[in-house]
């Protein structure tokens, strides 16, 4: 069992609810009195089946947030018959600085930055072998990424993200600073490649992703005007797609302007629990409520 499992099962325990894994340990059954409940994966019944497809197919957020006018990161959709000029045209507004990622992806995988157009179409390609559809959308300068997780309208968990970037002393490894920077991610993988020393004040960007599962940390947001405009921007999603349970990821740009990025419906805060200060408590504690919602 994994952390969030684990914490599920005592939960349960605590509970009186009747706690199984099935289905190679990919659902969670929780039985209380005559109801029975499936966690999938990372994904509690809380949200309707219409409301958790838009939030899984990413272009599909960003249509009906625009239809809404709710600030979304732009995003253009390709089938596999795609047509190349359009995409040529398309990214020519952008200089080619693209990304490129699957429209049912999680963790950031499945996810290119390019800045040419033969490296564009490459990636499309290569994710099109594997993708139904794929989005395609304009490289954005962020500042910061914001992460709300929001129970039955209400912000139960707010943070920012950081990416890991390190900045040398002339003494430490790159592998050393990423350690010192987020020991519970970099100390599990491998140093090859890592093992040079950064010179002082020399900047190292290990990944150019927010998420936390690529190495990136959390961290408390103490600006309560941003925290206010951010929180009712996610107030907004849900409200507009109908949703229970989720996770919204705002960015802030360069230049102030806010955009959602993404709305999950699978809730993932396996890495804030290991990371961050009382993350398990705090962790432990929403889906608690999660739960009690779910039999209530």
């Not at 019944?45 to 009906?64: F, I, Q, R, T």
């Not at 033969?118 to 994710?127: R, V």
């Not at 927010?210 to 206010?228: H, Y």
Request: with cysteine; charged share 25%; proline share 2%.
């Amino acid at each position: 069992m994994n952390l969030i499992q684990e914490m599920i099962k005592d939960i349960c325990l605590k509970k009186h609810i009747k706690f199984n894994l099935v289905s190679k340990d990919w659902i969670m059954v929780l039985e209380k009195e005559e109801h029975i409940k499936y966690i999938i994966g990372y994904k509690f019944p809380l949200n309707d089946y219409g409301s958790s497809e838009v939030c899984n197919d990413k272009y599909a957020l960003y249509e009906v947030l625009k239809k809404y006018h709710i600030p979304v990161a732009e995003h253009h959709i390709l089938f596999k018959n795609y047509d190349k000029e359009e995409v040529k045209k398309y990214a020519f507004k952008y200089n080619y600085d693209m990304v490129v990622k699957s429209n049912t992806g999680t963790c950031g995988n499945s996810m290119y930055h390019t800045e040419d157009l033969d490296s564009l179409y490459n990636y499309i390609d290569k994710l099109l072998i594997k993708n139904y559809s794929i989005s395609v959308l304009p490289y954005y300068e962020i500042k910061t990424e914001y992460r709300t997780v929001i129970l039955d309208n209400k912000v139960e968990l707010f943070y920012g993200k950081r990416k890991p970037i390190v900045i040398g002393d002339g003494i430490h490894t790159i592998y050393e600073l990423l350690c010192q920077f987020n020991p519970v991610y970099f100390k599990k993988i491998s140093k090859e490649g890592l093992d040079r020393i950064l010179d002082k004040d020399e900047i190292y960007e290990y990944n150019w992703q927010f998420n936390l599962s690529k190495g990136a940390i959390p961290f408390n947001v103490n600006d309560d005007d941003l925290k206010e405009k951010i929180t009712n921007m996610a107030l907004q999603v849900v409200k507009t797609l109908g949703i229970k349970f989720a996770s919204i990821d705002i960015i802030e740009l360069y230049t102030g302007e806010l955009l959602v990025l993404e709305s999950n419906c699978g809730v993932m805060m396996e890495n804030y629990a290991l990371i961050m200060p009382n993350g398990k408590e705090i962790v432990y504690e929403i889906y608690n409520k999660a739960i009690d919602m779910m039999f209530n």
